[in-house]
């Protein structure tokens, strides 16, 4: 069974640290990967994707892809409390044939003032 | 530009009943996906609908089924409700098997 995993927390960093958040996944064919934030009660939100191995930044946020390992990271810069929420790693089910995102159960981050 | 919508907000039903959710995906995309999040769980999917067609399914009951209109609008229903179907459950969009977007989602509760 495909899974993806992730370290559940919560993860706590003060007001403008690093926030590190770690995935990985079990699926070698998956070719599209994701992170979404989610804040209680509330849907997924896109934060970024990235679809080859290295790094893309957006601002604060940084992923970092390697496929070889099957490991995907989210690095949020100068954190602050409103990203105090649950973040989200999905990739997609067997390369993207099957349509749907395979979702680990999520990270929670508290960014502390 | 509009997000995924859905309607209703929240749901409530009682054992045996049947429930009926509704999604509008963003414009132009034609791919609806259906996820349900339990508390406490991850984010499971349902459906995916593409150009009107029921396309892949996950691992749920044929109790849980839908479909998706001309305008690929999509409706979720859940026939014989049981209380472990309550649950908020997520629609999202996409142009082909791209990024999917989420809309606010539906709360059903299940008495």
């Known amino acids: 069974q495909k899974e993806v995993e992730q370290n559940s927390g919560p993860l706590s960093v003060p007001e403008g640290a690093i926030a590190s958040l770690n995935c990985t996944y079990s699926?070698?064919?998956?070719?599209?990967f994701f992170w979404y934030r989610q804040y209680s009660g509330k849907s997924p939100e896109l934060i970024m994707s990235?679809?080859?191995?290295g790094d893309k930044e957006d601002g604060r946020f940084t992923a970092q892809l390697n496929k070889a390992s099957q490991y995907v990271s989210l690095l949020i810069r100068d954190s602050q409390p409103s990203d105090s929420a649950t973040y989200l790693c999905a990739v997609n089910a067997n390369g993207g044939s099957q349509g749907n995102l395979i979702f680990g159960k999520g990270t929670k981050l508290s960014v502390k003032p | 530009e509009a997000g995924v919508t859905q309607s209703p907000t929240h749901l409530i039903k009682t054992r045996g009943q049947q429930a009926t959710l509704r999604c509008s995906p963003i414009?132009?995309?034609?791919?609806v996906y259906w996820y349900q999040q339990a508390l406490g769980l991850g984010l499971q999917f349902l459906l995916w609908y593409d150009e009107g067609e029921e396309r892949n399914r996950g691992n749920f009951p044929p109790r849980f089924s839908g479909r998706q209109f001309p305008n690929y609008s999509s409706e979720l229903n859940v026939n014989a409700l049981e209380l472990e179907d309550s649950a908020l459950y997520l629609c999202?969009?996409?142009?082909?098997?791209?990024?999917?977007?989420f809309g606010p989602g539906t709360r059903l509760t299940v008495l």
């Open positions: 414009s132009g995309h034609t791919s």
């Open positions: 699926d070698r064919v998956s070719q599209s």
């Open positions: 999202a969009s996409s142009l082909a098997t791209d990024t999917q977007y």
């Open positions: 990235i679809y080859s191995n």
